[in-house]
């Protein structure tokens, strides 16, 4: 589907080796944007670099780093500014996902977890947003949250307060930026079929999809049509929300273990 509004824009998505992160940049690139991509494996961002430029020539680069890492964080933003002379979309798709038993959660991995989900997001859209102002055009911001930062879910309370922050970020963040012309909006994906959920759970689609009413997982390209109408203009009046992307799977709200 083409959207209007993004065509010649540019943007930065996090994280975007694979997964939903190499979807939106597949969809923005199919609607005429041109991007940098950044991930922290290099193979994994070369790769999908070669794919989409086979398709898309000339319009997306490809950033390595840590986006957890302020200085990693401000080295991208220049790259971008170099490349493609202004940011018009950010997308801080990057994030882990870490299981854990609360009694036993050790301090490094709720840092780990809390570092790149959070503070990477963070500092990302205060730099971009702050290249936004400058330019004087507006902007879209689009936070990667998750079903779990509205429910509850076992051993995911460090991850989970991550996401149901990022909401409260995209709520706040109205405040400083629609003066601006910038929104800033989130998606909670839901379960979603990726090379990551694949790899951890073989029969991840038939597990999952018995929890969702339509018996159907989510995939990548859901996400990435939900983030590019929320950079769309059709999207120009909605600031501030988060949109539930799960196939109805929080409105029943069951869990594997009901399946036993």
């Known amino acids: 589907m083409i959207y209007d509004g993004i065509k010649d824009k540019v943007a930065i998505i996090t994280g975007a080796g694979m997964g939903i992160g190499y979807a939106i940049a597949e969809l923005l690139l ?3 944007a041109r991007l940098v991509l950044n991930d922290v494996d290099e193979k994994m961002a070369e790769e999908a670099l070669v794919r989409l430029e086979k398709k898309f020539p000339d319009k997306c ?3 390595i780093g840590d986006a957890a890492d302020i200085e990693v964080i401000e080295k991208l933003v220049l790259f ?3 490349q493609y002379k202004g940011i018009d979309f950010v997308i801080p798709n990057a994030g882990i996902t870490l299981f854990g038993d609360f009694f036993r959660f050790k301090p490094e991995e709720f840092d780990k977890v809390i570092g790149l989900n959070l503070k990477g997001a963070f500092f990302l859209v205060q730099k971009t947003g702050e290249i936004m102002k400058t ?3 507006g902007g879209r911001v689009v936070l990667m949250s998750s079903i ?3 429910k509850g879910y076992p051993d995911l309370t460090a991850y989970s307060m991550t996401k149901a922050a990022l909401q409260m970020m995209a709520k706040s963040l109205v405040l400083a930026l629609a003066p601006y012309q910038i929104t800033v909006n989130a998606i909670a994906p839901g379960a979603t079929l990726t090379e990551r959920t694949k790899e951890e759970e073989p029969d991840y689609a038939g597990t999952w999809g018995k929890l969702i009413p339509s018996g159907v997982v989510g995939k990548p390209i859901d996400m990435a049509e939900t983030c590019l109408f929320l950079l769309s203009d059709g999207a120009a ?3 501030g929300q988060t949109l539930v992307v799960d ?3 929080t409105a029943i709200g069951r869990y594997p273990k009901d399946l036993e």
């Open 30 to 32: 199919e609607n005429g």
């Open 61 to 63: 680069s490809v950033f």
């Open 80 to 82: 971008t500014l170099t």
């Open 135 to 137: 330019q004087g055009r």
């Open 148 to 150: 779990t930062g509205i």
């Open 237 to 239: 009046h909605i600031n």
């Open 247 to 249: 196939g109805g799977w």
